[in-house]
Nanobody, 125 residues
């Protein structure tokens, strides 16, 4: 099982980025995929999740209305579209799975079984 996150970068406040999480060793029909982020000196925070069963989603209150999670089963890839970015969104972003089909509310980092390497998002003011 492998997850690979990409798409981070430097963007001005109000801008947009799209993160990708390419998975291998399983398909998106099997496991829910979660996005977490960790800013310097802060705990890892569950940002969003998409279930494998019916594609239902979870968003943290801090990103609701600005971020959208989606998936492309043909590419075995999950996306996190981030709009109206704020400086407080600056963090390392990780995708992960707890090898369950549904999303926790909220997702818990300690429950994840597999992690991708982080991709850094920096939002300048």
């Amino acid at each position: 099982v492998q997850l690979q996150a990409s798409g981070g970068g430097l963007v001005q406040a109000g801008g947009s980025l799209r993160l990708s999480c390419a998975v291998s060793g399983f398909t998106l029909d099997h496991y829910a995929i979660n996005w977490f982020r960790q800013a310097p000196g802060k705990e890892r925070e569950g940002v969003s999740c998409i279930s494998s069963s019916d594609g239902s989603t979870y968003y943290a209150d801090s990103v609701k209305g600005r971020f959208t999670i989606s998936r492309d089963k043909s590419k075995n890839t999950v996306y996190l579209q981030m709009n109206s970015l704020k400086p407080e969104d600056t963090a390392d972003y990780y995708c992960a799975t707890d090898t369950l089909s549904i999303c926790d509310d909220p997702p818990h980092a300690y429950g994840m079984d597999y992690w991708g390497k982080g991709t850094l998002v920096t939002v300048s003011s």
